[in-house]
T-cell receptor, first 117, second 111 residues
Framework: GAVVSQHPSWVICKSGTSVKIECRSL??????MFWYRQFPKQSLMLMAT?????????EQGVEKDKFLINHASLTLSTLTVTSAHPEDSSFYIC?????????????FGPGTRLTVL | GEDVEQSLFLSVREGDSSVINCTYT??????LYWYKQEPGAGLQLLTY?????DMKQDQRLTVLLNKKDKHLSLRIADTQTGDSAIYFC???????????FGAGTRLFVKA
């Protein structure tokens, strides 16, 4: 199946700094990527939908200035958590949509654990 | 709006069968999925079923779909300790862009 990678797999940062997380589709082109956030023992919360070459669509309640998304190419989307605070600590998961592989067209990355001190 | 619900926890003994249940509200759902998430990892697609099917079997996994009741189940035969994980039910319709996930069922397998 298609492979999606995320980098880094974990990151620890100081409060007030910005952190960038990369999501790459390794063997297919992804016109759409999704960013999720998962709190411990809770479900996935869709944060935003990222479309290549256009602005991301954010879900209600997600601050777009806080969570900057860039989808500059068909294989790479980045999520930047700006001025991170401890409450931003979470597990962030991306997925990439391979429109050529209906119905199992959404493939998930392994996740990035962010800890803000 | 669309909603997917699952029980949050299931505990079984090794070797027994596990049945994880899910209900959804969107009658136009076209695809229904089961994902597995192991600790500290992303989601792995286990299996899926198209809405015009009633059942799908894949080795130890059996998916049953009752479209009338909007009920989906995942049966794992001969459950092993390695099956301990969180299982997410999800649905998507043909015109939909997003996949809607349930809250996940945590399966605990006792040796």
């Amino acid at each position: 199946g298609a492979v999606v990678s995320q980098h880094p797999s974990w990151v620890i940062c100081k409060s007030g700094t910005s952190v960038k997380i990369e999501c790459r589709s390794l063997d297919f082109q992804a016109t759409t990527m999704f960013w999720y956030r998962q709190f411990p023992k809770q479900s996935l919360m869709l944060m935003a939908t990222s479309n290549e070459g256009s602005k991301a669509t954010y879900e209600q309640g997600v601050e777009k200035d806080k969570f900057l998304i860039n989808h500059a190419s068909l294989t790479l989307s980045t999520l930047t958590v700006t001025s991170a605070h401890p409450e931003d600590s979470s597990f962030y998961i991306c997925s990439a949509r391979d429109s050529g592989q209906e119905p199992n067209e959404q493939f998930f990355g392994p996740g990035t654990r962010l800890t803000v001190l | 709006g669309e909603d997917v619900e699952q029980s949050l926890f299931l505990s079984v003994r090794e070797g027994d069968s596990s049945v994880i249940n899910c209900t959804y509200t969107d009658s136009s759902s076209t695809y229904l999925y089961w994902y597995k998430q192991e600790p500290g990892a992303g989601l792995q697609l286990l299996t899926y079923i198209f809405s015009n099917m009633d059942m799908k079997q894949d080795q130890r996994l059996t998916v049953l779909l009752n479209k009338k009741d909007k009920h989906l189940s995942l049966r794992i035969a001969d459950t092993q300790t390695g099956d301990s994980a969180i299982y997410f039910c999800a649905e998507k319709n043909t015109g939909g862009f997003k996949t809607i996930f349930g809250a996940g069922t945590r399966l605990f397998v006792k040796a």
